[in-house]
């Protein structure tokens, strides 16, 4: 698809689609706890002192670091 | 015969429930070690499956996958893959959430490749019946060719049936059978898995494969079959991560419909409760506000809450003294009695109270689910000091007491930040400063008002802040000196808020405050007896020689009774032998400021810090009642022999600096070689904190004096 969009470019609320990532060892985890490409991912919240985001995908939710977040791409809807 | 025991493993995701599962089948009958070479904690349990076959629980850490991140899920994996493990399971009961069951079926399809005998204990039912959902959980248990049962963790429904399903496995030595079910090893794997089984023991094919997923990080296998495997692994050119991905991929897309087939109706994004409590609770503005409330809160109850029981424990244990002292005849057993080990024990209770506080509420907020979101808030700053959001918990707790707040670092799972986090928490000024520090501060700055603040609470606050600021140096310089042994992640499960089960937060008190009595509580009481012994016992000549001199000068002086026996305690102390090592570090620490009587106050302290107070006191020949402006006058008229004052500005300043810096307490060095397994990390600590604490004070006075 078109850019490389990631978490970190989302809009608070902003809703994406996961396409892939980028580092293996970031899939390996996420997609243990159920965060998988083609899964639905909102932006949350960013952390209050920054580096950290709090995203919801289906029912589970998770806080990640600014390097953690940056491997997950996205699409649009 | 306790090594026959069969041996059930209790493995699942974290947040799915385990430890109530873990709380419903063994109740007290827990106990808590180590697994072998690691810091990780093992806990395990006894329960009887039919009333009479006993069998060990084993709560493996929770994980999410076999392919584990951090150092306690790598135990889990390790103990289902090591044929010869210590605790590789005879069984294993799967503990799923309902609520996210596509999720937690990862886990258990692979471990249902390993041929071992398994049952599911399904959990969290009541709260998808909340949402109108339910699971056919028999068409699941055909699905997936296991076992499932439907429990419910909180009010222990359905266990029973799980120990006669467990019972009934391990009679029919029924082992789970899905290998290629849900996943189907590739050319090069299947290759591999098979050269593999020719030199490792390995149940099947599966298991095989994961040891070559983990050749790098395995321990059980010596250098020779290391090597071989390594070989291997480059010879049929396989590639670890790409086979990874591609396996959770597989079972994922084969489970996934099982999952739409048995639930009623899927579980719908729509915003839920935890969506509008994260809405305030994580807020940019109102997050930090709130999270510090809640320390306040908790600060605030330590001391509050604690005064009074603490004040019961110590009066009780003083009665108790005076009354065997009266009743039992004079001898050495009593004063051993009544002056050494009774205090002593009363020193290790009298932490109880806040030890208890402090775990219920850091256990509560971990129940609810509010502990993920502080450490999601305050990670970045953290790891900007190589701590981790857990950290901040610890620090704060550190202002009342290092114990509890070393003891609660066990929530970091990662070593290094764990161990920085250890490190660096006694320097937050504890409760048992305060009484040391308000004794001093009245010779550093005499008090008055500015506008409506007070010049010695300011210092006092000062203080505080000082010990903050060291703490926050001390971690940054740990984190350029320590290597890492692990990476460091965040990626962080923020589990749904959950009322608190009453259960869980009794048995992790129970856990924790008795690992505090008989783990720490040895230490500081073999330490307060060797105090107790060089404080009141000396040459036999001298001791003698300081009371009749000290009798002879009250004489001299027409002292009453009680001045007396004043004098003739200071004189013995004096010629004890914690005197004679005031005497033999005074050249150590005279470019401090100290004199050999500060020396033996410093000595004794090591007990406590407190301590400092009563042995000044008993030093001085000022009774025990006495209270602080009478020590205060007290201390500004001691002279010393060239006729000036002993506690100048200086002396006090550099005292207190002394105080905020030096590792002077036994107690919590006890706490961290039992945290760390090892004497390194105590005298690492004691040296770096204490050799500050020289540094800053000789600075101190030699500018000031």
């Known amino acids: ?77 | 015969m306790a090594d026959a025991l069969k041996k059930i493993a209790l493995l699942g995701n974290p947040n799915a429930g385990k430890s109530s599962l873990f709380n419903q089948l063994t109740g007290l009958r827990q106990k808590v070690g180590n697994f072998p070479g690691v810091t990780v904690e093992r806990k395990s349990g006894f329960t009887k499956l039919d009333g009479k076959t006993e069998v060990e629980i084993i709560d493996l850490p929770g994980t999410y996958s076999l392919y584990p991140t951090s150092l306690d899920e790598r135990i889990a994996v390790n103990a289902l893959i090591d044929l010869n493990n210590q605790d590789y399971p005879d069984a294993i009961i799967y503990i799923a959430d309902v609520t996210n069951l596509e999720r937690h079926l990862l886990l258990l399809t692979q471990i249902s490749d390993l041929n071992l005998p398994i049952v599911v204990a399904l959990n969290m039912n009541d709260i998808a019946a909340q949402q109108n959902i339910t699971c056919d959980e028999q068409k699941l248990s055909k699905e997936i060719g296991i076992d499932v049962i439907k429990i419910n963790g909180r009010n222990g429904e359905g266990v029973d049936i799980i120990k006669l399903k467990i019972m009934q496995l391990l009679n029919e030595n029924k082992s789970s059978n899905t290998a290629n079910h849900f996943y189907t090893l590739n050319e090069i794997e299947e290759n591999l898995a098979q050269e593999i089984s020719n030199i490792i023991p390995v149940r099947n094919n599966y298991n095989a494969l994961l040891i070559a997923h983990h050749a790098k990080k395995i321990g059980f296998l010596n250098d020779e079959k290391k090597n071989a495997l390594q070989h291997l692994i480059t010879e049929q050119k396989f590639n670890s991560l790409n086979n990874q991905l591609d396996e959770i991929m597989q079972r994922y897309q084969r489970f996934s419909p099982i999952v739409q087939s048995v639930l009623s109706k899927s579980f719908s994004n729509a915003k839920t409760l935890t969506d509008k409590i994260d809405f305030v609770v994580t807020n940019r503005f109102f997050g930090p506000l709130i999270f510090f409330s809640i320390m306040f809160f908790m600060f605030q109850s330590i001391f509050a809450w604690s005064t009074i029981p603490m004040d019961f424990i110590d009066e009780q244990f003083a009665a108790l003294a005076t009354f065997l002292h009266q009743h039992l005849p004079e001898n050495l057993f009593t004063k051993l009695l009544t002056e050494g080990l009774i205090p002593g024990v009363s020193g290790i209770l009298v932490f109880v109270p806040q030890i208890t506080i402090l775990f219920l509420l850091i256990t509560l907020l971990e129940e609810i689910g509010y502990m993920a979101r502080a450490v999601y808030m305050f990670d970045n700053i953290m790891q900007k000091f190589g701590l981790n959001g857990r950290s901040i918990v610890s620090l704060i707790s550190g202002g009342a007491c290092a114990i509890p707040a070393i003891m609660s670092t066990r929530t970091i799972s990662n070593w290094k930040e764990r161990l920085i986090t250890i490190m660096v928490t006694p320097l937050i000024s504890c409760s048992a400063r305060i009484p040391v520090f308000a004794i001093l501060i009245g010779f550093v700055v005499p008090s008055f008002k500015i506008g409506f603040l007070n010049s010695q609470g300011l210092v006092f606050m000062a203080l505080y802040l000082i010990g903050i600021a060291a703490a926050l140096i001390a971690s940054f310089v740990f984190k350029k000196i320590l290597k890492a042994e692990e990476f460091s992640f965040l990626m962080l499960e923020l589990p749904e808020y959950r009322k608190p089960h009453w259960k869980n937060v009794f048995y992790t008190l129970y856990e924790k405050v008795s690992a505090f009595v008989f783990g720490a509580g040895k230490v500081i009481l073999i330490v307060s007896l060797v105090l107790w012994f060089l404080a009141s016992y000396g040459p036999t000549h001298k001791m003698q020689e300081a009371e009749n001199v000290a009798k002879i000068e009250a004489t001299l002086l027409n002292l009453d009774q009680q001045q007396t026996a004043l004098r003739i305690a200071s004189k013995k102390l004096e010629n004890s032998y914690a005197g004679y090592a005031g005497r033999f570090v005074e050249p150590i620490i005279k470019p401090l400021g100290f004199d050999w009587k500060i020396g033996i106050a410093l000595i004794t302290s090591f007990a406590a810090r407190e301590v400092f107070v009563g042995t000044i006191s008993t030093l001085y020949s000022i009774g025990k009642d006495a209270n602080n402006l009478t020590i205060k006058q007290k201390l500004q008229q001691e002279k010393n022999a060239e006729g000036k004052p002993v506690f100048t500005m200086a002396v006090a300043l550099s005292l207190i600096l002394f105080y905020l810096f030096a590792m002077q307490c036994v107690s919590t060095l006890a706490t961290v070689h039992r945290e760390t397994k090892s004497w390194k990390w105590p005298v690492i600590q004691f040296l770096y904190m204490t050799g500050t604490a020289y540094v800053v004070s000789f600075i101190t006075y030699q500018f000031l004096k």
């Open chain 1, 1 to 77: 698809m078109s850019s490389n969009r990631n978490i970190t470019n989302l809009q608070l609320g902003e809703e994406a689609t996961i396409s892939e990532f980028s580092n293996g060892h970031v899939a390996s985890k996420l997609m243990a706890m159920g965060l998988l490409p083609g899964a639905g991912i909102s932006l949350i919240r960013k952390s209050p002192f920054g580096g950290a985001y709090y995203v919801k995908a289906k029912n589970h939710y998770v806080a990640l670091r600014s390097n953690e977040a940056e491997n997950v791409l996205l699409t649009n809807g």
